[in-house]
């Protein structure tokens, strides 16, 4: 085969390619559409991590709509908004200026909004087994709070679980 042949077929490939990967309406890369009736909360995740989708849907029922953002960089998300390494969990939330760190309950996202306190977050550290998104069949259920972090670095218990 001659070296025109093979650049013409390469050129053919990345063209296919390309169009397919652009062409309009193709779902890999549509923004998904916002519902102005629901509060928009960015969700950052490692790749494939199912049970931050499973806390994403959660929230979805309820009045949020979460979009979610696989980012390979965890560490840095955190520390640029704040969480305090003893409190981390898997998953980073952006909703109104606020984080919420891992999987922490609607009804203390529903809080936190409605009093809107001088704070940087809410976190539930680690990943409690019964914690939204986190419920494994015939399993009990840990138990765990939720702390709130002050924009001052200092925590206290928002709830408990």
Known sequence: ??????????????L???????????????????DENKIE????????????????????MDQYQVIEKPIPTMMAKKQE?????????????????YFIEGHVPIEDVNRLLKEKPDAL??????????SPGMEVPGREADTYDV???KKDGSTEVYSSY
Do not use: D
């Open 16 to 34: 296919g390619l390309a169009a397919f990967l652009f062409w309009p309406g193709n779902e890999r890369n549509a923004t998904p559409s916002i």
């Open 81 to 97: 908004v704040g969480v305090p390494a003893r409190f981390e969990s898997c998953h980073t939330a952006m909703v109104e200026g």
């Open 121 to 130: 977050g809410l976190t539930v550290p680690g990943m409690p087994i019964g």
């Open 1 to 14: 085969m001659s070296n025109t042949k093979i650049l013409i077929g390469g050129l053919v490939i990345t």
């Open 41 to 60: 909360v960015v969700m950052y995740k490692n790749p494939g991590c199912e049970c931050c989708t499973k806390w994403a849907t959660r929230m979805n």
């Open 147 to 149: 702390y709130l972090v």
